[in-house]
T-cell receptor, first 112, second 110 residues
Protein backbone atom coordinates (compact mmCIF):
# COMPACT_ATOMS: atom_id res chain seq x y z
CA UNK A 1 0.00 0.00 0.00
CA UNK A 2 1.94 3.01 -1.30
CA UNK A 3 -0.67 5.62 -0.28
CA UNK A 4 -0.35 8.79 -2.36
CA UNK A 5 2.51 9.06 -4.82
CA UNK A 6 3.57 11.97 -7.01
CA UNK A 7 5.59 12.09 -10.20
CA UNK A 8 8.04 13.72 -10.75
CA UNK A 9 9.73 14.73 -7.48
CA UNK A 10 11.62 17.62 -9.06
CA UNK A 11 11.33 19.53 -12.33
CA UNK A 12 12.83 22.64 -13.87
CA UNK A 13 10.94 24.34 -16.69
CA UNK A 14 11.53 27.34 -18.88
CA UNK A 15 8.85 30.02 -19.12
CA UNK A 16 6.21 28.99 -21.64
CA UNK A 17 6.87 25.25 -21.43
CA UNK A 18 4.13 22.84 -20.48
CA UNK A 19 4.11 19.85 -18.19
CA UNK A 20 1.83 17.48 -16.32
CA UNK A 21 2.16 16.41 -12.71
CA UNK A 22 0.78 12.99 -11.87
CA UNK A 23 -0.81 12.00 -8.59
CA UNK A 24 -1.80 8.41 -7.88
CA UNK A 25 -3.50 6.85 -4.86
CA UNK A 26 -4.16 3.21 -4.10
CA UNK A 27 -6.65 3.66 -1.26
CA UNK A 28 -9.77 3.77 -3.46
CA UNK A 29 -10.47 7.32 -2.31
CA UNK A 30 -13.19 9.33 -4.01
CA UNK A 31 -11.75 12.78 -3.35
CA UNK A 32 -8.47 14.13 -4.62
CA UNK A 33 -6.84 17.55 -4.32
CA UNK A 34 -3.96 19.62 -5.64
CA UNK A 35 -2.31 22.23 -3.41
CA UNK A 36 0.65 24.54 -3.84
CA UNK A 37 2.92 25.78 -1.09
CA UNK A 38 5.12 28.84 -1.34
CA UNK A 39 7.82 29.89 1.14
CA UNK A 40 6.42 31.19 4.41
CA UNK A 41 2.87 30.39 3.44
CA UNK A 42 0.41 27.64 4.16
CA UNK A 43 -0.99 25.39 1.49
CA UNK A 44 -3.41 26.82 -1.05
CA UNK A 45 -5.92 24.65 -2.90
CA UNK A 46 -5.63 24.75 -6.70
CA UNK A 47 -8.25 22.25 -7.88
CA UNK A 48 -10.03 19.27 -6.45
CA UNK A 49 -12.16 16.33 -7.54
CA UNK A 50 -15.03 14.59 -5.79
CA UNK A 51 -15.00 11.55 -8.03
CA UNK A 52 -13.90 10.06 -11.33
CA UNK A 53 -14.70 12.40 -14.19
CA UNK A 54 -15.33 15.45 -11.98
CA UNK A 55 -13.17 18.46 -11.17
CA UNK A 56 -13.71 21.80 -9.43
CA UNK A 57 -11.77 25.00 -8.86
CA UNK A 58 -10.11 25.77 -5.58
CA UNK A 59 -8.59 28.94 -4.21
CA UNK A 60 -5.91 29.57 -6.88
CA UNK A 61 -6.92 27.77 -10.12
CA UNK A 62 -5.63 30.23 -12.73
CA UNK A 63 -2.93 28.87 -15.01
CA UNK A 64 -3.68 25.23 -14.16
CA UNK A 65 -5.92 22.51 -15.57
CA UNK A 66 -6.76 19.13 -14.10
CA UNK A 67 -8.25 15.83 -15.18
CA UNK A 68 -9.58 12.80 -13.31
CA UNK A 69 -10.10 10.18 -16.01
CA UNK A 70 -9.41 7.32 -13.61
CA UNK A 71 -10.41 7.18 -9.97
CA UNK A 72 -6.89 6.53 -8.78
CA UNK A 73 -5.20 9.32 -10.77
CA UNK A 74 -5.43 13.10 -10.64
CA UNK A 75 -3.38 15.07 -13.16
CA UNK A 76 -2.34 18.70 -12.84
CA UNK A 77 -1.34 20.47 -16.04
CA UNK A 78 0.53 23.68 -16.68
CA UNK A 79 -0.06 24.74 -20.29
CA UNK A 80 2.35 27.67 -20.33
CA UNK A 81 4.52 27.78 -17.24
CA UNK A 82 5.32 31.13 -15.59
CA UNK A 83 7.91 31.97 -12.91
CA UNK A 84 5.01 32.67 -10.51
CA UNK A 85 4.23 28.95 -10.65
CA UNK A 86 7.53 28.08 -9.02
CA UNK A 87 6.35 26.22 -5.94
CA UNK A 88 6.06 22.91 -4.17
CA UNK A 89 2.96 21.02 -5.28
CA UNK A 90 1.19 18.56 -3.02
CA UNK A 91 -1.49 16.10 -3.96
CA UNK A 92 -3.89 14.65 -1.41
CA UNK A 93 -6.79 12.23 -1.30
CA UNK A 94 -9.58 11.41 1.11
CA UNK A 95 -12.29 8.79 1.36
CA UNK A 96 -15.05 11.37 1.61
CA UNK A 97 -15.28 15.14 1.91
CA UNK A 98 -14.94 15.19 5.68
CA UNK A 99 -12.45 12.42 6.25
CA UNK A 100 -8.81 13.19 6.83
CA UNK A 101 -6.71 13.91 3.77
CA UNK A 102 -3.61 11.88 2.98
CA UNK A 103 -0.83 13.82 1.30
CA UNK A 104 1.85 12.82 -1.17
CA UNK A 105 5.54 13.71 -0.78
CA UNK A 106 5.35 16.74 -3.06
CA UNK A 107 6.79 17.92 -6.39
CA UNK A 108 9.27 20.77 -6.35
CA UNK A 109 8.83 22.82 -9.54
CA UNK A 110 11.07 25.66 -10.66
CA UNK A 111 10.13 27.83 -13.63
CA UNK A 112 12.98 29.93 -15.01
CA UNK B 1 -14.80 28.86 6.56
CA UNK B 2 -14.05 30.36 9.95
CA UNK B 3 -10.72 32.09 10.29
CA UNK B 4 -8.15 30.67 12.71
CA UNK B 5 -5.41 32.42 14.67
CA UNK B 6 -2.32 30.58 15.90
CA UNK B 7 0.96 31.76 17.44
CA UNK B 8 3.74 31.95 14.89
CA UNK B 9 6.13 29.81 16.89
CA UNK B 10 6.49 27.85 20.12
CA UNK B 11 9.20 25.90 21.92
CA UNK B 12 8.88 22.79 24.04
CA UNK B 13 11.33 20.64 25.96
CA UNK B 14 11.66 17.03 24.91
CA UNK B 15 9.51 14.74 27.05
CA UNK B 16 7.23 17.53 28.17
CA UNK B 17 3.69 18.17 26.94
CA UNK B 18 3.31 20.56 24.04
CA UNK B 19 0.13 22.63 24.13
CA UNK B 20 -0.68 24.40 20.88
CA UNK B 21 -3.53 26.93 21.00
CA UNK B 22 -5.86 27.95 18.22
CA UNK B 23 -8.45 30.70 18.22
CA UNK B 24 -11.50 30.31 15.98
CA UNK B 25 -13.92 32.81 17.45
CA UNK B 26 -16.12 32.96 14.33
CA UNK B 27 -16.69 29.22 14.15
CA UNK B 28 -20.23 28.13 13.36
CA UNK B 29 -22.11 25.19 14.81
CA UNK B 30 -21.43 22.71 12.04
CA UNK B 31 -17.73 23.43 11.52
CA UNK B 32 -15.16 20.87 12.56
CA UNK B 33 -11.71 21.68 13.93
CA UNK B 34 -8.89 19.80 12.20
CA UNK B 35 -5.21 19.65 13.07
CA UNK B 36 -2.47 18.74 10.62
CA UNK B 37 1.28 19.02 10.85
CA UNK B 38 4.03 19.35 8.30
CA UNK B 39 7.52 18.14 9.03
CA UNK B 40 10.14 19.94 6.99
CA UNK B 41 9.83 19.28 3.23
CA UNK B 42 7.24 16.54 3.70
CA UNK B 43 3.55 16.49 2.89
CA UNK B 44 1.14 17.47 5.67
CA UNK B 45 0.03 14.74 8.05
CA UNK B 46 -3.40 14.46 9.64
CA UNK B 47 -3.37 14.48 13.45
CA UNK B 48 -6.88 14.74 14.84
CA UNK B 49 -10.23 16.45 14.43
CA UNK B 50 -13.33 17.20 16.52
CA UNK B 51 -16.65 19.01 16.55
CA UNK B 52 -17.71 19.63 20.16
CA UNK B 53 -16.28 16.97 22.42
CA UNK B 54 -12.66 16.50 23.36
CA UNK B 55 -10.91 13.87 21.29
CA UNK B 56 -7.88 11.66 21.82
CA UNK B 57 -5.97 9.32 19.57
CA UNK B 58 -2.55 7.71 19.55
CA UNK B 59 -0.89 10.94 18.44
CA UNK B 60 -2.56 13.71 20.41
CA UNK B 61 -5.49 15.11 22.33
CA UNK B 62 -7.79 17.88 21.18
CA UNK B 63 -9.47 20.08 23.75
CA UNK B 64 -12.28 22.30 22.47
CA UNK B 65 -13.73 24.98 24.75
CA UNK B 66 -17.40 24.84 25.59
CA UNK B 67 -18.19 27.87 23.43
CA UNK B 68 -16.05 26.33 20.64
CA UNK B 69 -14.22 29.59 20.05
CA UNK B 70 -10.83 28.08 20.75
CA UNK B 71 -9.08 24.76 20.99
CA UNK B 72 -5.77 23.28 22.13
CA UNK B 73 -3.81 20.47 20.58
CA UNK B 74 -1.83 18.53 23.17
CA UNK B 75 1.15 16.34 22.37
CA UNK B 76 1.55 14.57 25.73
CA UNK B 77 5.25 13.68 25.53
CA UNK B 78 6.91 15.69 22.79
CA UNK B 79 9.90 14.19 20.99
CA UNK B 80 12.42 15.77 18.63
CA UNK B 81 10.48 14.21 15.74
CA UNK B 82 7.47 16.33 16.66
CA UNK B 83 9.30 19.45 15.47
CA UNK B 84 7.04 20.68 12.67
CA UNK B 85 4.56 23.34 11.59
CA UNK B 86 1.13 22.64 13.07
CA UNK B 87 -1.97 23.82 11.27
CA UNK B 88 -5.35 24.38 12.89
CA UNK B 89 -8.14 24.31 10.30
CA UNK B 90 -11.84 24.92 10.65
CA UNK B 91 -14.04 23.50 7.95
CA UNK B 92 -17.70 22.75 7.38
CA UNK B 93 -18.08 19.05 6.81
CA UNK B 94 -19.99 19.46 3.58
CA UNK B 95 -17.24 21.48 1.99
CA UNK B 96 -14.40 19.53 0.61
CA UNK B 97 -11.67 22.05 1.00
CA UNK B 98 -9.03 22.45 3.68
CA UNK B 99 -7.98 26.06 4.10
CA UNK B 100 -4.52 26.20 5.58
CA UNK B 101 -3.21 29.26 7.39
CA UNK B 102 0.43 29.82 8.30
CA UNK B 103 0.36 27.53 11.33
CA UNK B 104 2.58 27.34 14.41
CA UNK B 105 6.21 26.35 14.10
CA UNK B 106 6.83 24.02 17.05
CA UNK B 107 10.44 23.35 17.98
CA UNK B 108 11.11 20.55 20.43
CA UNK B 109 14.43 21.06 22.17
CA UNK B 110 16.61 18.35 23.72
Amino acid sequence: NAGVTQTPKFRVLKTGQSMTLLCAQDMNHEYMYWYRQDPGMGLRLIHYSVGEGTTAKGEVPDGYNVSRLKKQNFLLGLESAAPSQTSVYFCASSKTGHNEQFFGPGTRLTVL
Amino acid sequence: DAKTTQPTSMDCAEGRAANLPCNHSTISGNEYVYWYRQIHSQGPQYIIHGLKNNETNEMASLIITEDRKSSTLILPHATLRDTAVYYCIVRVDLLRKLVFGKGTKLTVNP
